[in-house]
């Protein structure tokens, strides 16, 4: 303590009157410091000090002695005003000077004047206290005063805070209670300070001044003045649509500045429109969103979330989840049919539209770009027409008897990865146009029928298809008007317009017509119809039904014609030759002919294929002249015809023998004398019929010479003509009488069939193997008609036919 040494002196009026000094000292004076010069205020010599033994008298502590020597009051003691009078004022000591010799008293008092030696000091150097964050600017929190012992102007003058920004000092002055506080000046915030630490000092208002702090912590209590805050408004994620159930989507993070209880969030998912309801979940205290539903592009390719984060204390704060739905190909094109038509003429021509057709994808980008395609190629094609729609066309001519049907599938794949795809199959008719014509079987027939065949038989079936459809495949066979040999082909057959059965009309005579040719027409029921038409060859079959016709032996009634035999007739020597003919064909005209009856069997046999008559052993003269021979002419037709000719040979030497032997050939000889005047006169009938034959024929020809053709061609049964010629050859033959005449062709030229020796020296038949046909006519006088087809021939067989 720094101590200056104040003296005032105070002199009192009344001193000397009342013997009363006064003198005032600051405290914590050192000893021996001069507190007042009693001698001279007293008036008294130092010597009377000395003898009047002079001394200072106190009850209490000494704390001031008088020096005698000098006169002087001393301090004795350092006097401490704080101990002496701790708060009262003024503060004296009170004390007598005593003198003895004589025995005198002097009042002294000594005013020991406050001299700042003390602080202010505060009870506690540290202080606390809680203050709620919320506590209103101008709450006031009262704090430990602090205590300064000295007085007066020394005394606790005033308090001041640091850091004052946040607190001020308000100082309650009552009476002696000073109570400071605390004022708050401004918010407290314990999210930006959570505490202050505050130093208040105290001072006092002596010189110097002097001071004592305490430290103030303040802290500052938590007040849910936070609401949680997002780390972001707005949160973007996107998902792929068909995600599983909890697929992440996002975490959203909110942070809340509070602290304890008032930070503590808990998420919440807000608005939920309702068919998302329940489609996201958040997870309370992570604030993980999962995914809790079925998520479809297609039906929402964005979700709006709010979500809440709320504290404990209730207030809350909200962001936005914007959740992009992710397109996944999950959606097949959808393939509408506009239109369609289910048929389609088979000559529609190209390009002509068959469907509409639209295709939808309901995913987007890659995913939704379709493409659509045809398996058909070959016919039909896919054009696109605008974005989507497609036509189906026709792309080639169609022709329904290849295909009646077409099923057409239309594919519509996207370009999604992996591609989805998707079709539908058209079932499109082919209507038919006429456009086939009927089509026989075969490109000619040949047909069969077996002469006499009673009329209406059936012959033969032509067949004709048409590869078109119902009506226009409805064929009908048709006989195409034509003639043969003049007549009209109707007369001969007629076809069945439905079945194509060719029927006869007549009975068919294989000796009149062999063959002929139809044609026959088959149309189908289109419109315009279409036809097709065939040659139908009809072959006659013949039938056995002409017996053989023996031309030789002539055959006259009762005749006596015989062959001669001499008796010297070697064995083999022919006799002669039956000669015979069959107007049927083939089998039934292979004539053979045997010995029905013989006088002599064992002289004669007959050559079974060519008729000859030969002697089988010498002749006897056993043996009759007369010998009749029966032979019998078979064909070989099922059943066989058959001819009989008698043959009289007479066995003779000589022809006198004969006629005598011949008795009963005498008739004969008559006849054969009627038989040569016969012979004259029809000589002359014919040389007159002849005549008049070429005349009436050449005059006739003119106008009928088609007649006259028909009947030329028409093979007319022509009764064989065959007037013997004798002419006495003698050569080698053994036969006298050679018979020399040869065949005459039909109108045809048809191979020879048989051919006569004509002056060969035996009468042999020869026979062509290779022959069909058969001897039709027997033309004696060949040098007279030489040509065949002369009509002359016909007049001839006609005379002939007479004298028979
Ligand atoms: C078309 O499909 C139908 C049904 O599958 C089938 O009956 C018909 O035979 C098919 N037609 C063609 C021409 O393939
Ligand atoms: C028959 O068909 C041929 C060709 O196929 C044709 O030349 C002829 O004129 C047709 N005849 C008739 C009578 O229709």
Excluded at 49 to 62: H, I, M, N, P, Q
Excluded at 257 to 277: C, F, K, P, Q, W
Excluded at 386 to 401: K, M, Q, S, V, W
């Amino acid at each position: 303590m720094k101590r200056r040494v104040l003296l005032i002196v105070t002199v009192f009026s009344f001193c000397s009157v009342l013997g009363q000094l006064s003198y005032s000292i600051p405290e914590e004076m050192a000893p021996g410091s001069i507190v007042g010069n009693v001698a001279k205020d007293l008036g008294l010599d130092v010597k009377r000090l000395e003898s009047g033994k002079a001394r200072v008298f106190t009850r209490d502590t000494a704390y001031i002695e008088l020096n005698r020597e000098r006169g002087v009051l001393l301090v004795k003691d350092t006097i401490d005003r704080e101990m002496l009078c701790r708060k009262v004022t003024p503060c004296a000591l009170h004390f007598q000077i005593l003198l003895e010799n004589p025995m005198e008293f002097y009042s002294a008092t000594v005013e020991i004047m406050d001299v700042n030696d003390n602080p202010p000091v505060f009870t506690n150097n540290y202080m606390h206290f809680n203050i709620s964050e919320s506590a209103a600017v101008g709450s006031s929190f009262t704090v430990d005063t602090a205590t300064d012992l000295d007085v007066g102007a020394n005394a606790l003058k005033s308090y001041f805070i640091k850091p004052s920004d946040t607190f001020s000092i308000k100082i309650k002055a009552d009476e002696d209670n000073r109570n400071v506080e605390l004022v708050l000046n401004t918010p407290l915030d314990r999210e930006k300070v959570d505490h202050l630490a505050l130093v208040l000092t105290a001072v006092d208002g002596g010189e110097p001044q002097m001071s004592g702090t305490m430290q103030i912590r303040v802290n500052i209590l938590d007040f849910n003045d936070n609401a949680p805050v997002f780390s972001q408004p707005v949160y973007k994620a996107s998902i792929k649509e068909n995600s599983p159930l909890g697929t992440f989507v996002v975490k959203a993070t909110a942070t809340d500045a509070d602290h304890g209880s008032n930070g503590e969030i808990l998420y919440s998912i807000t608005n939920v429109e309702n068919d998302m309801r329940g489609l996201f979940v958040i997870n309370r205290e992570s604030g993980e969103v999962t995914l809790n539903g079925k998520i479809d592009y297609e039906k929402s390719k964005q979700h709006q979330i709010n979500i809440r984060a709320s504290d404990y204390g209730g207030l809350t704060g909200t962001c936005k989840l914007i959740v992009d739905v992710l397109d996944l190909n999950d959606n097949r094109p959808n393939i509408h049919i506009m239109s369609k038509s289910n048929a389609i003429s088979e000559d529609a021509n190209p390009n002509t539209v068959v469907s509409m057709i639209n295709v939808e994808d309901e995913d987007s980008g890659e995913n939704s770009r379709v493409q659509c395609f045809t398996d058909n190629n070959d016919y039909f094609t896919l054009k696109s027409k605008a974005a989507n729609f497609y036509t189906l066309e026709t792309d080639n001519e169609l022709d329904r008897e290849l295909s009646s049907a077409y099923n057409i599938t239309v594919t519509c794949s996207d370009e999604g990865v992996p591609s989805l795809s998707s079709s539908v199959t058209l079932t499109l008719h082919i209507s038919d146009v006429n456009d086939n014509a009927p089509v026989f079987d075969r490109s000619s027939y040949e047909a069969y029928i077996v002469e006499n065949n009673s009329p209406g038989l059936s012959i033969f079936t032509v067949k004709a298809t048409d590869a078109d459809w119902n009506q226009n495949a409805r064929v009908s066979y048709i006989l195409e008007d034509s003639s043969v040999s003049g007549v009209p082909v109707s007369s001969y057959v007629s076809v069945s317009a439905d079945s194509g059965v060719i029927h006869a009309v007549r009975s068919f005579d294989y000796e009149q017509i062999k063959d002929f040719q139809l044609c026959v027409k088959a149309q189908d029921g289109g419109s315009p119809p279409l036809s097709s038409n065939v040659t139908v060859k009809i072959l006659v079959q013949d039938q056995n039904d002409n017996a053989p016709q023996v031309l030789y032996p002539v055959q006259t009634g009762g005749s006596l014609v015989a062959e001669m035999v001499p008796r010297s007739a070697d064995v083999g020597y022919l006799v002669t030759k039956v000669v015979a003919v069959d107007v049927d064909s083939g089998q039934n005209a292979w004539l053979s002919y045997k010995l029905q009856k013989a006088a002599d069997r064992a002289l004669f046999e007959v050559g079974s294929q060519n008729g000859e008559i030969r002697t089988i052993r010498q002749v006897t003269d056993k043996d009759a002249v007369k010998q009749r021979l029966s032979v019998i002419v078979e064909d070989n037709g099922q059943p066989s015809r058959s001819a009989t000719v008698i043959v009289n040979v007479a066995v003779a030497d000589s022809f006198p023998e004969v006629l005598s032997e011949f008795t009963d050939f005498t008739h004969d000889k008559e006849y054969n004398d009627n038989l040569t005047f016969y012979l004259v006169l029809a000589l002359a009938v014919v040389s007159f019929l002849f005549i008049t034959c070429v005349v009436v024929i050449i005059s006739v020809k003119i106008y009928r010479w088609r007649q006259s053709r028909i009947l030329y061609h028409s093979n007319l049964p022509v009764i064989p003509y065959y007037p013997p010629r004798y002419s006495d050859t003698l050569g080698s033959g053994t036969l006298p009488h050679v018979y020399n005449y040869d065949t005459c062709r039909t109108t045809d030229s048809r191979k020879s069939d048989c051919k006569f020796g004509g002056a060969g020296s035996q009468n042999v038949l020869i026979m062509d193997p290779s022959a069909t046909g058969t001897m039709q006519r027997i033309q004696s006088e060949k040098n007279i008609l030489d040509e065949p087809d002369s009509p002359l021939e016909v007049c001839i067989s006609y005379i002939a036919d007479l004298i028979a």
